[in-house]
């Protein structure tokens, strides 16, 4: 987390990361072209010259027609990935498969998440890969990397649930903007994402992220919360009572750099990951005129300071005024559970250790203060159901998030089709609308079930 920290704090270089959108020859398989796959291969192995000329040419035609639907029939998975590739990057070239519901545009003009208003909902933003690993560098949600393959394109649903979580927080930044708005609900400096799976919250919260970090906010973003409780080691700080995991540092932050530091109390030392306590050294000093950057690289430098360095970021930010700070963690819920850690009790039992024991998830889980802090639920852990009213969380700071309404399935299933996941002579007003209340919109299974059209 320290070492992303630094690294975003010399103004994010561009990574040099494998591409999220997949090659021209892709590898991926789809469910529903496995039959015919197999079917082919039948039908070769009893020596049909039908089925062995069928099987040479049906990947090969890279004509723009509605021979999508003899690809699936004649070729495998990797031949019809492969042309469908191809096709989408000629068809880039006709603006007038650009078209979404009722003759709407299906892409939006708007350049910034910053820009959007309620006339862009129900349309797709474009982004680049090169822009998303520079503002996100902490890593994209599973949820939205899984639709940039599928689609094989870098761009999101703008969702009228997204513009208000954005504007809550620009009413507090900026209140001048908002006061003469009688209409605006209240804005809340903590929120809670919950909703049902898949509908979209960790993308939401992603999306604020990088809203937030384009408007030059300090924004600490943990896309994996699940981590700081599961996975590497782990030792009692006999100093705070709290358990230390040292090696759980992979955020990152910008403009550390600028902003000094203004705590100088030393910082307490523990275990180093692996290697025990350091020998007659307690604490570290922390220079004056520091800044937070400093305050990573002693963490990074020393891992005895990691965990002590964390937690004192923590108490820095609450002390910042000069640029606003947002803190965002995915898979909130694992906070409130316990952890995969155990404490031995006896010599044949063990007592699990709960996540609020846990030195920098303590540091970070409460929302009781004036912070700006976001905390989405990610119900694909499997944590168990959760009681409404969660300790340290303020009353009502839980918001539920909508799956996709009826105008939101259409621009999904329109863009699906121009991104030829469906085949465009099997597509219906009616088939996507069996496929939308079959799903209850839930937007990875009508992902799964829209190619399935016939």
């Known amino acids: 987390m320290l070492r992303s920290i630094a690294k975003r704090a010399t103004l994010l270089k561009p990574r040099a990361d494998s591409p999220i959108i997949p090659p021209l020859i892709s590898s991926q398989s789809k469910l529903y072209s496995s039959k015919n796959a197999k079917a082919s291969h039948g039908k070769s192995k009893k020596g049909d010259p039908k089925s062995k000329t069928k099987s040479k040419t049906g990947g090969s035609s890279s004509t723009v027609s509605s021979s999508t639907g003899d690809d699936l029939d004649s070729a495998g998975a990797d031949d019809f990935e492969a042309a469908r590739a191809r096709r989408l990057v000629e068809d880039e070239n006709d603006p007038s498969l650009d078209v979404g519901p009722n003759g709407r545009p299906l892409f939006t003009s708007t350049p910034s998440l910053s820009l959007l208003t309620r006339k862009d909902c129900c349309s797709y933003m474009k982004f680049s890969e090169k822009e998303l690993n520079q503002v996100l560098p902490e890593g994209l949600p599973t949820g939205m990397v899984t639709e940039f393959k599928e689609s094989m394109r870098p761009a999101l649903l703008v969702r009228q649930s997204f513009l208000d979580l ?22 809340r400096k903590q929120i809670v994402l919950d909703g049902p799976v898949s ?57 550390l750099q600028q902003l000094p530091c203004q705590i100088f109390d030393p910082i307490r030392l523990g275990e180093g990951a692996g290697v025990g306590f350091m020998k007659g050294v307690e604490s570290m000093a922390l220079p004056e005129e520091s800044t937070l950057y400093d305050l990573v ?14 937690v004192r970021l923590r108490k820095e930010l609450s002390l910042v005024k000069d640029v ?11 906070w409130f559970t316990f952890s995969e850690y155990e404490e031995p009790v006896t010599v044949r039992s063990c007592r699990p250790i709960h996540a609020r024991e ?11 203060h004036e912070d700006m802090m976001v905390g989405a639920f990610s119900h694909s852990t499997a944590v168990g159901k959760l009681r409404l009213d969660l300790p340290d969380v303020p009353v009502g700071a839980r918001v539920n998030m909508p799956r996709y309404s009826p105008d939101e399935a259409a621009t999904v299933c329109h863009y699906y089709v121009r991104q030829r996941l469906v085949r465009r002579e099997a597509f219906s007003e009616e088939s996507w609308k069996k496929v939308y209340y079959l799903s209850n919109g839930n937007g990875a299974e009508m992902r799964w079930l829209l190619p399935l059209m016939r």
């Not at 690289?297 to 964390?310: D, E, F, L, P, S």
């Open 358 to 368: 846990l030195a920098m998830v303590n540091a970070f889980r409460s929302m009781m």
């Open 324 to 334: 606003p700070v947002l803190i965002a963690i995915d898979q909130y819920n694992n």
């Open 297 to 310: 690289q002693m963490g990074i430098k020393y891992t005895h300071a990691a965990v002590g360095v964390v």
């Open 166 to 187: 954005r504007d809550n927080f620009r009413r507090i930044v900026d209140p001048p903007m908002w006061s003469s708005n009688a209409k605006a609900p209240k804005a």
């Open 199 to 255: 509908c979209g919250k960790s993308i939401a919260l992603a999306m604020l992220v990088h809203w937030a970090r384009d408007e030059g906010w300090l924004v600490l973003y943990a896309p994996r919360g699940r981590e700081w409780t599961h996975g590497g080691c782990f030792y009692k700080n006999s100093e705070t009572g709290f358990w230390d995991t040292p090696d759980f540092l992979k955020y990152n932050e910008s403009r």
